[in-house]
């Protein structure tokens, strides 16, 4: 295990002073998905990788899919320092479960997300949509696996790009019954007129004998 430095020690507590801003981020060091980059060392060019297996956070995902929480989350991950913080870079791969828009059947897929982000250090002015931030030297990729994931969600995720959905009038699975309809999908009172429309109409259609002429 890595050591912890707490957020607010030493050189931010000197930079805190001065700025009279406040140490406001606190991350659980404990946290699977808090990262500590001490052996980076604030040293440009210092590079580390490392592997992960994490337990998904909880509502990982949209309403529809998502990665169920507590199922692992595969996560490579690559930290380099740079001039203003630490880049993190990598990918990170799980499992997701959802239901069919169209027929509701349980989808199960695999998801794979790229992952960058550059975490900046406590002391740096950028704003805070430009960048994360490291609180002292731990960084948290839960908010960057979070919009990762979201953003490569189907909004509506079907089990296969033709699922033909559900019968309007009784639910039925139409992938399971091709071949499904009602016969009496027509009103009783106007089947018989129907029926006389359709008998009518081919041999006396006007249009139809003239052009034969
Ligand atoms: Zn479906
Ligand atoms: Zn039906």
Not at 10 to 35: H, N, Q
Not at 63 to 83: D, F, T, W
Not at 147 to 162: E, G, N
């Amino acid at each position: 295990m890595a050591e912890w430095l707490p957020s607010c020690e030493g050189s931010d507590l000197l930079f805190l002073a001065e700025t009279g801003k406040s140490c406001a981020m606190r991350l659980d060091p404990r946290s699977p998905l808090v990262i500590n980059t001490h052996e980076l060392g604030r040293r440009p060019g210092s590079m580390r990788t490392q592997k992960l297996t994490v337990p998904a956070p909880t509502e990982l995902g949209i309403e529809v899919i998502g990665v169920p929480a507590g199922s692992s989350v595969e996560v490579e991950l690559r930290l380099e320092a740079v001039m203003e913080g630490v880049l993190a870079s990598g990918s990170a791969g799980a499992m997701v479960v959802g239901e069919c828009a169209r027929c509701l059947e349980r989808i199960e897929d695999d998801l794979e997300v790229s992952l960058q982000e550059l975490y900046v250090y406590p002391e740096s002015d950028a704003e805070e949509d430009e960048a994360s931030r490291l609180d002292g030297e731990l960084l948290d990729l839960e908010p960057v696996l979070r919009d990762a994931v979201v953003l490569a969600l189907p909004f509506r995720p079907v089990c296969r790009p033709d699922c033909p959905g559900l019968c309007a009038q009784c639910g039925a699975r139409l992938a399971e019954e091709p071949h499904h309809t009602h016969e009496e999908s027509i009103d009783p009172r106007w089947a018989t007129l129907s029926s006389l429309t359709l008998n009518d109409a081919e041999p006396a259609d006007p249009s139809a004998s003239r052009d034969e002429e």
